[in-house]
């Protein structure tokens, strides 16, 4: 079984920040990439940041230089710190690792999502 948390979510204002926490644990064998994605009401999920094992990150477009994304590979554990939040960042933030489960077939697994609102 395989589990993917979140946690760190909430309300902020704009202009405010916050940071978003994902683990993933369980029976998998090794994690080739670890990201957040995120679902507005009445839009499709979108990609926010993603993160190899070996380091190399790609953005939305809509979040390049304000999200910074970073991960520890021994905790199996992916972050987003999320600056200079706008009220369209407002989403479900959902955190997806890409794995190799314990099968021997590659999986992508995904958490609850957090609730991310920014509004004054």
């Known amino acids: 079984q395989v589990q993917v948390v979140e946690s760190g979510g909430g309300l902020v204002q704009p202009g405010g920040s916050l940071r978003l926490s994902c683990a993933a644990s369980?029976?998998?064998?090794?994690?080739?990439?670890m990201g957040w994605y995120r679902q507005a009401p009445g839009k499709q999920r979108e990609l926010v940041a993603d993160i190899t094992s070996g380091g190399s990150i790609i953005y939305g477009d809509t979040v390049k230089g304000r999200f910074p994304i970073s991960r520890d590979n021994a905790k199996r554990t992916v972050y987003l710190r999320m600056n200079s939040l706008k009220p369209e960042d407002t989403a479900v933030y959902y955190c997806?690792?890409?794995?190799?489960?314990?099968?021997?077939?590659?999986?992508?697994?995904w958490g609850q999502g957090s609730q991310v609102t920014v509004s004054s």
């Open positions: 997806n690792a890409d794995s190799l489960g314990s099968d021997y077939v590659r999986h992508n697994y």
């Open positions: 369980g029976s998998i064998l090794s994690i080739y990439a």
